[in-house]
T-cell receptor
């Protein structure tokens, strides 16, 4: 069956460093992927998305990389700030239904 | 950008009562909305797909008679947890399809059944 998973449940980085959060997926038919950020007590917030016909997409301070060969997705956050501390979920979206990974908790140390 | 409003943000109810949660798309029409459930420190799990003007589509294992979904207009979907029990306590989140531009989530409703 399909599953979406994240490599590490927690990630701690120093303020100003770059962060890399990884995600593996198993459904090779997936064609749309999304990264979300969730702060405590709030709903998920869209960060960036990528379609399967791309291998890289950049936003403001964030970059998503997609490697379809190994079914791997990563989120890179440049110059990580304290406000980036949150749980990050990758999700594959098929027909509007999002299947979420387990989440990685990012902690930014001052 | 697109905004999805969810109400209430927190609710405490007694066991055996019913609770209604509203999900509204504020600046766009959404023919399809999605309801998710999230347990503490866990990921989101899709419960059902809410379709305007037709019956909701429930995921396997979700009791449709317990989690009633109504999508009566293009901007409003409601989830009613009927005869709530403590094990229904959870964080419920909706999302809506923003005209193909993406999927916007509400801020969630924390339900506590006592």
């Amino acid at each position: 069956g399909e599953s979406v998973g994240l490599h590490l449940p927690t990630l701690s980085v120093q303020e100003g460093d770059n962060s890399i959060i990884n995600c593996a997926y198993s459904n090779s038919a997936s064609d749309y992927f999304i990264w979300y950020k969730q702060e405590s007590g709030k709903g998920p917030q869209f960060i960036i998305d990528i379609r399967s016909n791309m291998d890289k997409r950049q936003g403001q301070r964030v970059t998503v990389l997609l490697n379809k060969t190994v079914k791997h997705l990563s989120l890179q956050i440049a110059a990580t700030q304290p406000g980036d501390s949150a749980v990050y979920f990758c999700a594959e979206n098929i027909g509007g239904k999002s299947t979420f990974g387990d989440g990685t908790t990012l902690t930014v140390k001052p | 950008g697109a905004v999805v409003s969810q109400h209430p943000s927190r609710v405490i109810c007694k066991s055996g009562t019913s609770v209604k949660i509203e999900c509204r798309s504020l600046d766009f029409q959404a023919t399809t909305m999605f309801w998710y459930r999230q347990f503490p420190k866990k990921s989101l799990m899709l419960m059902a797909t809410s379709n305007e003007g037709s019956k909701a589509t429930y995921e396997q294992g979700v009791e449709k008679d317990k989690f009633l979904i109504n999508h009566a207009s293009l901007t409003l979907s409601t989830l009613t947890v009927t005869s709530a029990h403590p094990e229904d306590s959870s964080f419920y989140i909706c999302s809506a399809d923003d005209r193909g531009y993406g999927y916007t989530f509400g801020s969630g409703t924390r339900l506590t059944v006592v």
